[in-house]
């Protein structure tokens, strides 16, 4: 079988190459990356335990990496151990085209635990075969109001942007969301063919929205255990291991850790982990964008989604 963890971060890193023109920056450097990850690494044939946490850039995919590592590792931790309390969650489950590739450049992935989970946002269109076809891995997807998810995007390209770059104004921020010159993008489409990839394959993939998940945590977090193959029992349900779960990765909870108020996402990037926590509010869009700027991109996401069963 291809080692289809290497073909996952070989692509991811094209996909970055072509979509991060204009100045929608994506704050990484690829290019020691991809010299070094055409080879084979330790660890990087798929496992039918794998499981994707595949999100459009800010859309929660932090809190979805929470809600999944907590659900799958319960019965390892207690709420007092849980290294979610320890350790910022990018590195409790790891980008491919972040923390695995770029930052280690050669991961050995045969020695993460099983289930062994992994983030990224690329999109469909560059999954390998391997991971569509060959593998029954389990895909946890996400996405989010276009019109918040642009919103929170344009807060943090400018908090990630270097000393002495010009901040991204809003006008122009806005035209390039909506040509699709967004990291990972064009949004809509990396929506659609996710959404149309859950209604073939339903076991493979489970479409999540940020709203719903937002309206009813508890619901969502019972649904991902289902889907993954760790459902709650009725004992845990009844001493409410579901509700300790939601607390435990609130926005309210995870924002005011020591470990997300302090420090950096890597000491070679000048990222803070706190720019991930900002307001996580659904809606927000409407304290930053025009009329003009909401017409317009209601307009885009209606002929884009309109009849496919997506809504937002
Ligand atoms: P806002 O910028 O609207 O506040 P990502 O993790 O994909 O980068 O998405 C970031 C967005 O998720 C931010 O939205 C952030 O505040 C929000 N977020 C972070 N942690 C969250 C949590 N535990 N629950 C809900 N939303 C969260």
Not at 20 to 42: D, F, I, N, Q, Y
Not at 111 to 129: D, G, M, N, V, W
Not at 165 to 177: C, R, S, Y
Request: charged fraction near 20%; aromatic fraction near 12%; hydrophobic fraction near 35%.
């Amino acid at each position: 079988m291809t080692s289809y963890l290497v073909d996952f971060a070989v692509r991811s890193s094209r996909c970055i190459l072509q979509l991060c023109e204009g100045r929608a920056r994506p704050g990484m450097k690829v290019a020691s990356w991809l010299a070094t990850c055409g080879g084979r690494t330790p660890g990087s044939d798929p496992c039918d335990t794998d499981i994707f946490i595949i999100t459009t850039p800010k859309s929660g995919t932090v809190w979805l990496k929470a809600l999944s590592f907590a659900i799958v590792n319960r019965s390892n931790y207690t709420p007092s151990t849980n290294p979610l309390l320890t350790t910022n969650p990018p590195y409790t489950i790891p980008f491919f085209e972040i923390q695995l590739y770029h930052y280690n450049q050669n991961p050995d992935l045969s020695k993460l635990q099983s289930p062994r989970l992994f983030a990224t946002h690329i999109p469909y269109s560059s999954l390998p075969e391997s991971i569509l076809t060959n593998s029954n891995c389990r895909i946890l997807y996400l996405c989010r109001n276009p019109k918040d998810a642009f919103v929170s995007m344009w807060h943090f390209l400018n908090s990630i942007s270097e000393d002495g770059q010009m901040p991204v104004g809003l006008d122009e921020a806005f035209q390039l969301f909506c040509k699709g010159a967004i990291p990972f993008g064009p949004f809509w489409e990396h929506v659609l063919d996710f959404w149309k990839l859950s209604l073939e394959k339903p076991k493979h993939v489970l479409f999540l929205k940020y709203e719903d998940m937002k309206a009813d945590t508890n619901s969502h977090i019972k649904k991902m255990a289902d889907f993954l193959g760790y459902p709650f029992s009725s004992q845990e349900v009844e001493k409410g291991v579901v509700d300790e779960i939601s607390k435990l990765c609130s926005f309210e909870h995870l924002s005011n850790l020591e470990v997300n108020k302090t420090g950096l996402i890597d000491p070679r990037e000048k990222i803070p982990n706190h720019i991930f926590f900002r307001k996580a509010k659904v809606g927000d869009w409407s304290n930053h964008l025009t009329q003009q700027m909401i017409l317009e991109l209601d307009e885009i996401t209606k002929e884009k989604l309109n009849g496919t069963g997506v809504m937002f």
